[in-house]
């Protein structure tokens, strides 16, 4: 039998900052073209630092209503719930990414209600990341093996 694996997230500035990069260097770029070729691209360079601000609360503060802040292994399937308190059902996109310390999780709910949210798994240590390292590798497992091979493979 599967057992529920709780898995809190924790605010955390590192992966705030992770997760702000692209915008951070869409902003320098817009900034840089502001510089060159007049205000006019002001605008652009306002609205790119808005996106930087919004994924550092979204994915590192975990302040804004929509911020994944526990994410709990079923036997069914995984449920994130938000800030706000709301449970959602959620699968997994193949588009997201494992790697050693990192996850970058696509998750899209399964019902149509909620749109689609992306959501960074840090395990590097405990003042930086936002994940201990192993409910980070039980998740790794759950995610490569699912549900069942993830049961098959804490028998073992």
């Given amino acids: 039998m599967f057992s529920r694996?709780?898995?809190?997230?924790?605010?955390?500035?590192?992966?705030?900052?992770?997760?702000?990069?692209?915008?951070?260097?869409?902003?320098?770029?817009?900034?840089?073209?502001?510089?060159?070729f007049g205000?006019?691209?002001?605008l652009l360079f306002a609205l790119s630092l808005a996106g930087v601000f919004y994924q550092w609360n979204l994915n590192?503060?975990?302040?804004?209503?929509?911020?994944?802040t526990r994410l709990v292994l079923t036997e069914?399937?995984?449920?994130?719930?938000?800030?706000?308190?709301?449970?959602?059902?959620?699968?997994?996109?193949?588009?997201s990414r494992l790697y050693h310390?990192?996850?970058?999780?696509?998750l899209r709910p399964t019902n149509s209600t909620n749109r689609r949210s992306t959501v960074l798994l840090w395990a590097i240590n405990q003042r930086?990341?936002?994940?201990?390292?192993?409910?980070?590798?039980?998740?790794?497992?759950?995610?490569?093996?699912?549900p069942a091979g993830a049961e098959q493979h804490q028998t073992e």
Avoid at 78 to 95: L, R, S, Y
């Fill in 5 to 36: 694996t709780d898995i809190p997230v924790t605010p955390s500035h590192w992966v705030g900052a992770l997760s702000a990069l692209p915008w951070l260097g869409l902003a320098l770029f817009n900034l840089v073209l502001t510089f060159s």
């Fill in 39 to 42: 205000g006019s691209f002001l």
């Fill in 60 to 68: 590192g503060r975990l302040c804004l209503a929509r911020s994944i």
């Fill in 76 to 95: 069914s399937g995984m449920i994130v719930e938000q800030a706000n308190g709301k449970q959602v059902p959620v699968a997994v996109d193949p588009e």
């Fill in 101 to 106: 310390r990192l996850i970058i999780l696509k």
């Fill in 128 to 146: 930086m990341g936002n994940i201990p390292g192993d409910l980070h590798r039980q998740l790794r497992v759950w995610l490569n093996l699912g």
